[in-house]
């Protein structure tokens, strides 16, 4: 059984800053709230034992910094392009206001509720696009050429397609408004290799103190079979 860690990165904002979208192409550090969250983490994993045999990172700093506190360096960081977070295009440094009176409430709310990709927000990525590096990632993992427990930290626009390794499992999900992950929080999944690697999900963001708990409901108790 191959276990794999999916951490979204921390805060980014602190009391007072002006809340905007942050994609791939908003590269901001972590805020003290952040860092906290992954001190959390780190002596969360340390209480359990769990030693990462690998730590898998998207290309920005708020991303490395948070696994390289949460793990202190061992591994270190490494980059893993199937994690960049989602590119929000023009939405991109606005605020959520500004999106709506730009672009309007709907295709927002779309995203927000549905995952439905906008179709006037210039994403560079198609869905499919961002499903198939998910799916190349988890296919690495499944071989073991990461080893035995694999954390990995990505973003909130991302991690939610991980779901959709376990059939159905996205889709209760998107039904109970329970895909998204929030800042520092974890999610579990794990893996059966083989030729048809059996993928199910243990847990769905959790707080970084307490990532190893359990979660009953429909989107992590549905498993390939």
């Given at each position: 059984?191959?276990?794999l860690?999916?951490?979204?990165?921390?805060?980014?904002?602190?009391p007072?800053?002006?809340?905007v979208?942050?994609g791939?192409?908003?590269?901001?550090?972590l805020?003290?709230k952040?860092?906290?969250q992954?001190?959390?983490?780190?002596g969360?994993l340390?209480?359990?034992?769990?030693s990462p045999t690998?730590?898998?990172?998207?290309g920005l700093?708020?991303q490395?910094?948070?696994?390289d506190?949460a793990t202190?360096?061992?591994?270190?960081?490494?980059?893993h392009a199937?994690?960049?977070?989602?590119?929000?295009?023009?939405w991109?440094?606005?605020?959520?206001?500004?999106?709506?009176a730009r672009?309007?409430a709907d295709?927002?709310?779309a995203?927000n509720?549905?995952?439905l990709?906008?179709?006037?927000?210039?994403?560079?990525?198609?869905?499919?696009e961002?499903?198939?590096?998910?799916?190349?990632l988890a296919?690495?993992?499944?071989s073991?050429r990461?080893g035995?427990?694999v954390?990995a930290?990505?973003?909130?626009g991302?991690?939610?397609?991980?779901?959709?390794?376990v059939p159905g499992a996205?889709d209760a999900a998107?039904?109970?408004g329970?895909?998204k992950?929030?800042?520092?929080?974890?999610?579990?999944l794990t893996?059966e290799?083989?030729?048809?690697?059996?993928?199910?999900?243990?847990?769905w963001?959790l707080?970084?103190d307490?990532?190893f708990g359990?979660?009953?409901?429909d989107a992590?108790?549905?498993r390939h079979?």
């Amino acid at each position: 059984m191959i276990e794999l860690l999916l951490v979204r990165h921390g805060n980014t904002f602190g009391p007072g800053d002006r809340v905007v979208w942050v994609g791939r192409g908003q590269d901001l550090p972590l805020v003290d709230k952040g860092r906290e969250q992954a001190r959390a983490l780190a002596g969360a994993l340390a209480e359990a034992g769990w030693s990462p045999t690998a730590a898998l990172s998207g290309g920005l700093k708020r991303q490395t910094e948070h696994l390289d506190i949460a793990t202190g360096g061992a591994p270190p960081p490494e980059r893993h392009a199937a994690l960049d977070e989602v590119d929000y295009g023009d939405w991109g440094g606005l605020t959520t206001d500004e999106i709506e009176a730009r672009f309007g409430a709907d295709e927002v709310r779309a995203w927000n509720e549905r995952s439905l990709w906008p179709e006037r927000a210039g994403w560079p990525e198609s869905r499919n696009e961002v499903v198939a590096r998910v799916r190349a990632l988890a296919a690495e993992i499944a071989s073991g050429r990461h080893g035995e427990r694999v954390l990995a930290c990505s973003s909130n626009g991302l991690l939610r397609w991980f779901l959709d390794l376990v059939p159905g499992a996205l889709d209760a999900a998107l039904a109970g408004g329970t895909f998204k992950v929030g800042t520092g929080r974890v999610g579990r999944l794990t893996v059966e290799p083989g030729a048809t690697p059996r993928w199910s999900v243990a847990s769905w963001n959790l707080p970084p103190d307490a990532p190893f708990g359990s979660d009953s409901s429909d989107a992590t108790r549905k498993r390939h079979g």
